[in-house]
T-cell receptor, first 113, second 112 residues
Framework: KQEVTQIPAALSVPEGENLVLNCSFT??????LQWFRQDPGKGLTSLLLIQSSQREQTSGRLNASLDKSSGRSTLYIAASQPGDSATYLCAPRPGSNDYKLSFGAGTTVTVRA | ETGVTQSPTHLIKTRGQQVTLRCSSQ?????VSWYQQALGQGPQFIFQ???????GRGNFPPRFSGLQFPNYSSELNVNALELDDSALYLC???????????FGSGTRLTVV
């Protein structure tokens, strides 16, 4: 069974600071990994999808790295803004024919203006 | 692309009742999954449907059931509601493994 851990559980930073969010998973045999953002009481918004063959993926101020062998992924958010305040979740996917995503509890980020 | 839409947004039910939640998948997505998210926790996988057949299930009792229709819409049915069923229910659809999942905005179910 895939176990996902996200550290830290919560993070509060001043605006402009760079954010580093960590995700670890116990089963390294993954097909890909997806990072999501969730605003309070809302659904999940996909941020980045990184395939198991990739080392990193970038979109604007966001960059996700993947070290499959060690079961780790990191999400970097550059020059944080108050609008980045949300909970961030990572979800590894076991295989191309296995659609189940496993989630940790996420990292709740607060960016202070 | 229209995205994934869920209805209703909020729902209050009494313990023992039955509820049906609905989801309209993104056009062209033949896979739909349902997740339950309790407050302060990550989403938990309930089950998935591929081309109208259930092909994966998480650790949820049989009173959680579902359907997927040819027009890509889907339903989650929960019988004999319990207080612990109070949660945010999320629907997610996918086209192929390479494209990841698109989630809806969820249905907040409160059981009293």
């Amino acid at each position: 069974k895939q176990e996902v851990t996200q550290i830290p559980a919560a993070l509060s930073v001043p605006e402009g600071e760079n954010l580093v969010l960590n995700c670890s998973f116990t089963d390294s045999a993954i097909y890909n990994l997806q990072w999501f953002r969730q605003d309070p009481g809302k659904g999940l918004t996909s941020l980045l999808l990184i395939q198991s063959s990739q080392r990193e993926q970038t979109s604007g101020r966001l960059n996700a790295s993947l070290d499959k062998s060690s079961g780790r992924s990191t999400l970097y958010i550059a020059a944080s803004q108050p609008g980045d305040s949300a909970t961030y979740l990572c979800a590894p996917r076991p295989g191309s024919n296995d659609y189940k995503l496993s989630f940790g509890a996420g990292t709740t980020v607060t960016v202070r203006a | 692309e229209t995205g994934v839409t869920q209805s209703p947004t909020h729902l209050i039910k009494t313990r023992g009742q039955q509820v049906t939640l609905r989801c309209s998948s993104q056009s062209g997505h033949n896979t739909v999954s349902w997740y339950q998210q309790a407050l302060g926790q990550g989403p938990q996988f309930i089950f998935q449907y591929y081309r109208e057949e259930e092909n994966g299930r998480g650790n949820f009792p049989p009173r959680f059931s579902g359907l997927q229709f040819p027009n890509y819409s889907s339903e989650l049915n929960v019988n004999a509601l319990e207080l612990d069923d109070s949660a945010l229910y999320l629907c997610a659809s996918s086209w192929t493994a390479n494209y990841g999942y698109t989630f809806g905005s969820g249905t907040r179910l409160t059981v009293v």
